[in-house]
C-alpha cells in the first residue's frame, strides 16, 4: 500500500491561534484555496480509497481537494488529539493559565498530562490502530488519507522510530502537507515524503 496523508486546510482557529483539538472549526477562505491546490498537484494520482477524519474541517478539506471521489470512509479514529479542557481557548491563555502543562506539551510532549485530554501516547497509539486497520484492507493500494497535524506526526514519529520527546522537531506540518508512506509486501511501512519534503 502506498499511503498519502494530508494535513487539512487553515482553519478559522488556526488563523486565531485558538486550540482545535477535537473541536469544530471551519476552513478559511485560504484554507479552501490551499485544498483546491493540493487537489490540483494531485489530480493525476489514482486513489484506490479515500479516508477522513469526521471533523469538520478535514471533510471540507476532502471536499475541495478530491471532488471526484465516489465514496470517502470518514472515521472517528482519524480525529486531532483530544484536547478536553483546552479546547476553544487561546494558546496564548494556555500560557498563561498552565505554563508547565503547556511548556509539556510543545517542549516535552512525551510529559503532557492533562486531566480530561488524551496524552501524545495515546494520540499515537490510536493513530497506529487505525492506519494498521486500514492497510490491513487495503494492500497493494493506493490511498489518500486526510487528518490533523498531531496525528499524522505521531503516525508518522511511530514509523521513523523518533521518541515523542521529539514530537515537534521538524518538518513542520504546515496546513494541507502531504507525506507518502510506502508498505513492503510484509507490512514494513517507509517514509518517503514528509511534509511535502522528499526523503532519500
Not at 494520482?45 to 465514496?71: G, N, W
Not at 487495503?138 to 521513523?160: D, F, N, P, T, W
Request: aromatic share 10%; with cysteine; hydrophobic share 40%.
Amino acid at each position: 500500500m502506498q499511503l498519502h496523508l494530508i494535513r487539512h486546510g487553515q482553519t478559522n482557529w488556526n488563523e486565531e491561534r485558538r486550540i482545535q483539538g477535537q473541536s469544530d472549526s471551519f476552513l478559511t477562505e485560504l484554507g479552501i484555496s490551499q485544498a483546491q491546490a493540493l487537489g490540483a498537484r494531485l489530480s493525476s494520482t489514482r486513489y484506490d480509497a479515500h479516508y477522513c477524519s469526521s471533523s469538520l474541517r478535514t471533510r471540507q478539506t476532502a471536499e475541495q481537494a478530491f471532488p471526484e471521489a465516489a465514496s470517502v470512509h470518514y472515521r472517528d479514529d482519524l480525529r486531532e488529539i483530544f484536547l478536553g479542557p483546552w479546547e476553544g481557548n487561546l494558546y496564548a491563555e494556555m500560557a498563561d493559565r498552565e505554563p508547565l502543562n503547556y511548556k509539556h506539551f510543545w517542549k516535552e510532549p512525551h510529559l503532557f498530562a492533562v486531566a480530561g485530554a488524551e496524552s501524545f501516547h495515546d494520540l499515537q497509539r490510536r493513530a497506529v490502530a487505525a492506519i494498521d486497520e486500514i492497510y490491513a484492507a487495503h494492500k497493494g493500494q493506493s490511498v489518500a488519507l486526510v487528518s490533523h497535524g498531531a496525528l499524522i506526526k505521531a503516525y508518522l514519529c511511530a514509523v521513523e522510530g523518533r521518541p515523542l520527546a521529539q514530537f515537534w522537531a521538524p518538518p513542520t506540518m504546515h496546513n494541507c502537507c502531504h507525506s507518502i508512506v510506502n508498505f513492503a509486501a510484509d507490512g514494513t511501512p517507509t517514509i518517503i515524503q514528509y511534509a511535502d519534503e522528499p526523503l532519500n
